[in-house]
């Protein structure tokens, strides 16, 4: 266990660089694959906003523009937050009504846009940090 975790500290934040807007962008791909969005458009007209399907192909696009930008390191703080505001209004109009737990103990919970909000604040604030020189 002493080399655990295997990986340096900027070695691990490149991973979580990566690995937080992938989750993001499959999200996104699979509700275009599915053909889910017209669904949650409706939806989110049921809760009063506007032009449901327009607005929900938007977020997606938001989802795969920002992740994108996020792996290659362009913009990464802004691009952070786009992806922080979808999680937290994910929260607040979505899973809080369903309770915390996401999976086993629940469904639909806070508990996994909890742990993005939190992934996306260290993938931000890493990118304030200058890389080291060899």
Request: proline content about 4%.
């Amino acid at each position: 266990m002493t080399r655990y975790p295997f990986l340096s500290l900027e070695q691990a934040l490149l991973v979580l660089r990566v690995a937080t807007p992938l989750l993001f962008m499959a999200h996104a791909g699979m509700r275009i694959a599915n053909g889910t969005i017209p669904r949650f458009g409706a939806f989110l007209e049921t809760l009063g906003f506007p032009l449901g399907v327009p607005l929900v192909w938007a977020i997606s696009v938001v989802e795969l523009v920002a992740g994108a930008m996020i792996i290659l390191g362009v913009q990464v703080r802004w691009a952070a937050t786009a992806l922080f505001v979808i999680a937290a209004t994910g929260i607040a109009l979505i899973h809080a009504g369903n309770g915390w737990w996401v999976g086993e103990h629940g469904t639909g919970g806070s508990e996994y846009s909890v742990a993005l909000i939190l992934m996306l604040l260290v993938v931000a604030a890493a990118d304030r940090v200058a890389p080291k020189t060899a």
